[in-house]
Each structure stands twice: as C-alpha cells, then as structure tokens.
C-alpha cells in the first residue's frame, strides 16, 4: 500500500465509514466529517485558529473529508452536544466548563495557561512567565521559518504565541481524530495520552501531552533572545479526574 492510500484508510475511518477502490481510485462511499465547537477567544488566538482550520481543511478535501468549526457561548455545553460536535477549543476552561464537558464526554483543548483537571481537558501550555514564549516569528529552524511565512502570509501579521497555540490546537484535533479512526472522545483521550502519541510543532523535538497533568510537554524560550529557557515544568497534583 502506499503512502496516499494508507492516509486515505485512516482518514476513512475518522466516522466509521469504508473506501472502496475504483479502477485503482479510492473513492468515498460517505463524507467523514469532524466537529469543532470554538468558545470565546482573544483575536489573536482566533486567528491561529483560523489558520490551522484552513490547513487542516486543505488536508481533508484532498481526501473528501470534512472540518467544521462552529462557534459557541462560553457555558453552552447543551448546544455543543446538540450540534455533535465532540472536541471545544477554548481559552483558559473554568472548573465549572470543565466538569460539565467531562459530564457530556466532550473533549477539550484549552489554549490558555491554568490548568483545570480532567480526564478529558487537554492543555497546550503549562503557566508561563511574563519572559517565556511559546513561539516567536523570528524563529526559524526544524520547519518555523516556513511556518512563520505560511501564517503570515495568511493572516497579513506575524505569527506570535497565541496565533501559535490556535494553529496547534486545531493541528492536534485533526490529527487525533485521524490516526484514531475516531471522534470519540474518550478514546481520543486515551490516545492523547498514550506514551507513543507525539506531535510535530517545529519545535525541535517531539510534542507529547504529559499523562498526569494532560499539559503538552515542550519547548519555551526566553523573550529576550528566544534560546530554550526549560522543558515543560511538571504541575504539582495528577489530573486523572
């Protein structure tokens, strides 16, 4: 099999649904579609949002696939499930926020900094100083540069810490749901967690969700002169709630 048809298989199984070959064609016998519910955000994590939505959308509809994102009320969990949508990005989840999600098993990817327990609330940063960034558009190795260039070619500015997070939220939700064959959320969880599951962010190393706190595990760097200041500090208790 190669590499296109093997994407092509898991992609199929993103809602269940079979391919079938055609004169050496794969074709779709349905349309597999996943759902984002979007809560309220700052404009700047909205935008990486955006740019990560068009990106992933371009990947789905080389494979007739389907990416939606729709915007909700801050506490309208009801409408979310109602919408069938099974994974929320949002921005620093209230404990309220997150127990109702774990009560309707949906998952989260919050992109704030406060870390909220839950077994499905996944973060895409631990709190950070006033002096630590997780991006930067002056960054350029292991594939930033080309990234920077994309965003900002894109949105018209350059690419900083939110528009970083935004983008990466809607690339693991994507990517999750793919390699699982699945929008289930809790088996989205359990992979998430999983000691294999890894992410590129072109960061340098692999990106992984540490399985005690469910904060993703990577590189910051230092405002003054962008140099890695540490590896993801591990937050005192387990969420495994």
Known sequence: MDRRSFILGSVAGLTGFTWRHSSGAVALRERPE?????????????????????????????????????????????????????????????????????????????????VRCGRLVFHLSRVRSPTELVWHHELERYGAAQLNARYEAAAGVAMNDAAWLGWM?????????????????????????????VFDGHKGRPLRFDPNTRVLD??????SDLEPVSETATAKGACTS
């Not at 099974?86 to 989260?108: G, H, K, M, Q, Y």
């Not at 793919?178 to 999983?194: D, N, Q």
């Open 169 to 197: 939220a809607v690339k693991i939700a994507w990517e999750v749901c793919v390699r699982t064959r699945s929008t289930e959320p809790r088996i989205l969880a359990e992979y998430l967690v999983g000691v294999t599951t």
């Open 34 to 114: 996943l759902r984002i519910a979007l809560l309220p955000v700052s404009d700047a994590l909205r935008a990486g949002i955006m740019f990560g939505l068009q990106e992933a959308q371009h990947a789905a509809r080389l494979f007739d696939a389907s990416l939606v994102l729709r915007d909700f009320a801050a506490d309208d969990i009801g409408g979310i499930v109602a919408d069938r949508c099974t994974i929320v990005i949002a921005e620093n989840v209230s404990d309220a926020l997150a127990r109702a999600a774990a009560d309707a098993s949906v998952l989260i990817l919050d992109a704030g900094g406060a």
């Open 218 to 223: 990577q590189p910051y760097y230092r405002s």
